[in-house]
């Protein structure tokens, strides 16, 4: 029974980096660009859901909507102001990555000033478990996740495959230059790139503060464990990233039966580096890691 | 006054140390390494352990500390170099968790996260190295000593044959280059040199614990490589500088609110990362070099 | 050497000098220091402990009690031990300054050998590890260490409340440690049983796992030794998951996190006690101003960092009545003349290792901004 209830919890957890996961791994896998400010995305949406509902008392919906605004703000922001004026001059792959980490501090920092540094939740009922069967509690935000999950990654597959602009995007991901061949701005495209993914961190980030609970430097993990994913299920890949992420959140909570709880991150990791060298291009991903 | 400017001087150092290491196979041989802090911290825990069970020899510990890392580096270099750059980045991101993680909890050997304290006094040939004086010119040296060597070997033809790499790996393959050897020699020698650094750090704080080593550190030292230019000598050096400088710099602003001070820190910290970047992003050094060409 | 760089280097060191002129006009006056976290993710406390340092500035500055006035000089150590260094030599080598308020095990353990070499007075009011009684004569301790606090909470839960099965979450540091091994040995003394113990590393924030592990260990009390956001986080998720039985901390529960953290409501804690009805004109002044300007009531923390400034001022008007220079060794040889002191709710006595005697407190959080007393133990 406990192994059951360690998986059930293991989904939860997992869906939640799963979500993350998608929209890092969109974003880098069609840009090439490691946002790894996707995490300051994230306390964003967490503070700006919390604010809403908690201090100006709105309704979840109305929190929820704002949340997205100011994610999309900031990523596709950050993307305009930052990042694409660092990809115009000669720019190693690092140069990005030093920036989105300044932008992560600056971001914490700001986050702690305005909020102070505590740790912000908002209660529902949403959050508790309850005993389905004997021994097995199980809290009605599991099915909620489940479901918000679905339905956004639905809503993803839809838009590579059925629009234009996931073709769009495709493309961009194999060839930027021939996207330019055939009359599209793979600028345009990539602002479209972060403007989704972005969007993608939005119900993980509400899961985080209804069910975990938020601080300012939550930030750094989703990031690290958003790239772990992203690797292990193949860069690009959303199916990948999704599977990837429910398998590392289930590892590290069944981890517990045979590991002690301080070990747990490390087996993340340890997972992430076993299909780095077996299998780098992921369960899902292009095989051109060599 | 001065030995605050000297303290200040032997972090500069080591802080130095460990960027042109990490130039080394991140500038010269196109290797992204994240678990850099991993090695500087394996080589502080070594020097601990030396100092605090066999004797305040620094010439003792500093050997110790190159052969460990430079063999766990290559551990990590056999399995982990078969993959494209971007792929080493998360590998080595696994292994710098993993050893945050160990150094946790290895509580024998690193004292877990309460650390090792009371190191000793360190000596070379019975001489006492005691405070920051003696210990920034021990600190200036290594880093001239090390930059020296790593400056030769780059000129070297093991250089050339690195760089050929980093520029093109099927190139360098149709010359008959032995590429596997080559970075796996590279990354020993980098982590084998940034275990010196360690070895500085844990006798001059005489106190080591897992909160210097991990990923942030490791991203702090690419953010000094890359803010002062990869590929080149001087540019770590510089990065080094103005990152280890900038907090006591900023500390001496004046009208904070002292709440919000450290904060206010560290948002211009952050933003003076974000504005290098993006104005400057190949690196402070490209400045000069503009400089000279045009005069 | 490049000119930009030199240029860069000699700028800095104008900086710097600048800085130590404008410290040495006031040499005269009476100046203090702090290493607390002004930023990252400990900086709730830096917030806590500066709020309770402050008010007290200001009150000695309002009654005069020292020539020339005091001043406050705050560092930020982030909680990190390497920040905490070069914290500390800017303190004692550029602002020359005798008295250095330090918290968190970490950055203690690591300053305090300059502490020792220079004759600086180190005083901790929130780390709570046991090994930080023995970092030599220059560093004080004004809060009871965790033993001290463990050896009153444990007999009260497990005998009195006759919770006898006993489980222990705990971060996986020097605290964490400490609080295992204190409870590895009280609660078998008092007759009941350690069924279960959980490390975590620091940074951990998903317990779901943990919280099932727990449940099938069948406890009637649950002792957490964390602190930070992640004891909030713990806390929430373990009531989130089914788990109602009793929680049971130390001080650390008592941050303003916590008492406004609804699933946190019925928890006990200790601190040490607090008489707010000690009728002296000291402890009034002090919960009146407080709660004037931050419109809550003040933690264990904001009396102890309060109590930290006193005593230095204490210290002080006694060195300069003995006409002697105000150095560490003074301060040390002060403190143990004096031996006894008044401070906000208690009257505190120190003992010959730096440590203070003080009956220790159990306190309820009512899960709606505040906590209420529930008994005190000697």
Redesign the interface.
């Known amino acids: 029974m406990?192994i059951l209830?360690?998986l059930l919890?293991?989904l939860?957890?997992g869906m939640l980096y799963a979500l993350t996961a998608a929209g890092f791994s969109l974003i880098f896998g069609m840009t090439r660009i490691f946002h790894a400010a996707h995490g300051a995305t994230f306390v964003i949406a967490a503070y700006a859901y919390w604010h809403i509902t908690s201090l100006a008392g709105l309704p979840w919906w109305v929190a929820a909507l704002g949340a997205t605004m100011a994610a999309v703000i900031f990523g596709a922001g950050l993307y305009l102001t930052v990042y694409r004026r660092i990809q115009r001059s000669e720019a190693s792959f690092f140069t990005v990555f030093i920036a989105a980490f300044g932008a992560v501090v600056v971001v914490q920092?700001v986050i702690?000033m305005i909020y102070?540094?505590?740790?912000v939740?908002s209660?529902t009922p949403l959050?508790?478990?309850?005993?389905l069967i004997p021994?097995l509690?199980v809290?009605p935000l599991i099915w909620v996740s489940v479901a918000v999950a679905a339905v956004f990654f639905g809503a993803m597959a839809l838009l590579l495959k059925r629009t234009r602009l996931g073709v769009a995007m495709r493309a961009l991901a194999d060839n930027p230059e021939l996207v330019r061949v055939y009359g599209l701005d793979p600028g345009r495209i990539s602002l479209m790139v972060f403007v989704i993914g972005s969007i993608l961190v939005v119900p993980a980030a509400i899961i985080q503060v209804i069910?975990?609970?938020a601080?300012?430097?939550?930030g750094h993990?989703i990031v690290m464990i958003s790239l772990a994913a992203s690797i292990v299920g193949g860069i690009g890949s959303l199916s990948g990233a999704a599977i990837a992420g429910i398998l590392i959140g289930v590892a590290?909570?069944?981890a517990?039966l045979v590991v002690?709880?301080?070990w747990?991150?490390a087996v993340s990791f340890l997972i992430l580096f076993v299909f780095i060298i077996v299998r780098p291009a992921g369960i899902f991903g292009r095989a051109h890691a060599h | 006054?001065?030995?605050?400017?000297l303290?200040?001087l032997v972090?500069v150092c080591i802080n130095g140390i460990l960027a042109v290491t990490l130039n080394f196979i991140l500038g010269y041989a196109g290797i992204f390494s994240l678990a850099h802090a991993a090695f500087f911290g394996i080589g502080a825990y070594v020097a601990a352990n030396v100092g605090l069970h066999v004797g305040p020899s620094i010439l003792l510990a500093m050997p110790a500390a190159m052969i460990v890392c430079a063999l766990l580096s290559v551990l990590l270099a056999l399995p982990a170099l078969r993959v494209r750059g971007e792929y080493f980045v998360a590998a080595s991101l696994g292994l710098q968790i993993i050893a945050v993680?160990v150094f946790?909890?290895w509580h024998s050997v690193t004292g877990?996260?309460?650390?090792l304290?009371?190191i000793p006094v360190p000596e070379i040939f019975g001489f006492r190295i005691a405070g920051?004086g003696p210990m920034a010119v021990l600190s200036l040296a290594m880093l001239a000593l090390i930059s020296g060597f790593l400056a030769v070997l780059t000129r070297s033809s093991f250089g050339r044959n690195l760089m050929a790499i980093r520029d093109s790996e099927s190139a360098s393959l149709a010359f008959g280059k032995r590429i596997a050897a080559t970075k796996v020699l590279s990354v020993a020698i980098s982590a084998g040199l940034a275990a010196i650094a360690g070895v500085l750090y844990a006798f001059y704080?005489?106190?080591v614990?897992t909160?210097?080593f991990m990923l942030d550190t490791s991203i702090l030292l690419m953010a000094m490589v890359i803010i002062g230019g990869t590929g080149s000598l001087?540019g770590p050096i510089?990065g080094a500088?103005?990152i280890t400088?900038l907090?006591?710099?900023l500390?001496?602003v004046p009208y904070l609110p002292?709440?919000?001070?450290?904060?206010i820190?560290?948002i211009i910290y952050g933003m003076a990362m974000i504005l290098l970047m993006v104005f400057q992003p190949s690196g402070l050094v490209a400045?000069?070099k503009r400089k000279e060409k045009s005069q | 050497m490049?000119m930009?760089?030199l240029t860069?280097?000699i700028s800095?060191?104008a900086?710097?000098?600048?800085?130590?002129i404008a410290g040495t006009a006031f040499a005269q006056d009476h100046s203090l220091g702090a290493l607390y976290?002004?930023?990252?993710?400990?900086?709730?406390y830096?917030?806590i402990f500066?709020?309770g340092s402050?008010l007290a500035v200001r009150h000695v500055n309002e009654d005069a009690m020292l020539p020339g006035g005091l001043t406050?000089q705050?560092?930020?150590s982030?909680a990190?031990?390497?920040?905490g260094?070069?914290g500390m030599?800017?303190l004692v080598?550029?602002d020359q300054i005798p008295y250095v308020m330090t918290s968190f095990?970490?950055v203690s353990?690591?300053i305090?050998?300059i502490g020792a070499e220079t004759g600086t007075v180190m005083i901790n009011g929130g780390g709570v590890?046991p090994?930080l009684a023995e970092l030599g004569p220059y560093f004080w301790n004004i809060i009871p260490l965790a033993n001290d606090e463990m050896r009153a909470l444990v007999p009260y839960v497990v005998n009195e409340l006759g919770l006898q099965r006993a489980v222990l979450i705990y971060?996986?540091?020097?605290l964490g440690?400490s609080v295992l091994e204190v409870l590895e040995d009280l609660v078998p003394q008092n007759g009941g049983e350690l069924v279960g113990e959980?490390?975590?590393?620091?940074?951990?924030?998903?317990f779901?796992?943990?919280?099932?592990?727990v449940?099938?260990q069948r406890p009637d009390v649950i002792f957490i030794a964390s602190y930070?956001?992640q004891q909030?986080?713990l806390v929430?998720?373990l009531?989130?998951?089914?788990l109602d039985q009793q929680l049971a901390s130390y001080t650390s529960f008592s941050?303003?996190?916590m008492q406004e953290?609804?699933?946190a409501a019925g928890a006990l804690f200790t601190q040490q006690y607090i008489d707010r009805e000690k009728g002296d004109a000291l402890t009034q002044r002090f919960f009146d101003d407080y709660i004037a300007e931050y419109d809550r009531d003040p933690s264990i923390y904001v009396v102890n960092y309060y109590n930290a400034v006193m005593l230095y001022a204490n210290l002080a008007q006694y060195v300069d009545e003995q006409g002697q220079e105000l150095t560490g060794e003074n301060l040390l040889a002060a403190r143990q003349a004096i031996g006894s002191f008044e401070f906000v709710g208690s009257t505190v006595t120190f003992n010959e290792n730096g440590t203070v005697q003080a009956p220790i407190e159990i306190r309820r959080l009512t899960g709606n901004s505040g906590s209420e007393a529930v008994t005190i133990v000697e």
Request: charge should be negative.
């Open positions: 406990l209830q360690l919890n293991g939860q957890t920092n702690s102070g540094r505590g740790f939740s209660s959050s508790r478990a309850k005993e021994g509690y809290a069910a975990t609970g601080n300012p430097a939550v993990h590290e909570t069944l517990l002690g709880s301080q747990t991150e | 006054m001065t030995s605050y400017l303290n200040i972090f993680s946790a909890e877990g996260l309460g650390g304290v009371g920051a704080v005489r106190f614990n909160e210097s001087w510089l500088t103005l400088l907090p006591p710099v500390s001496y002292p709440q919000q001070v450290g904060s820190q560290q400045l000069f | 490049d930009t760089k860069f280097r800095g060191l900086l710097a000098l600048a800085g130590s976290p002004m930023s990252g993710s400990n900086a709730e830096g917030q500066s709020s402050e406050l705050i560092e930020d982030q990190l031990p390497a920040q260094v070069t030599n800017k080598s550029v095990t970490g353990k690591a305090a050998p590890g090994d971060v996986d540091d020097p440690q959980h490390s975590i590393p620091v940074t951990a924030q998903q779901s796992g943990i919280a099932a592990t449940r099938t930070g956001a909030a986080a929430k998720q009531r989130d998951n089914g941050t303003p996190t953290l609804p699933e």
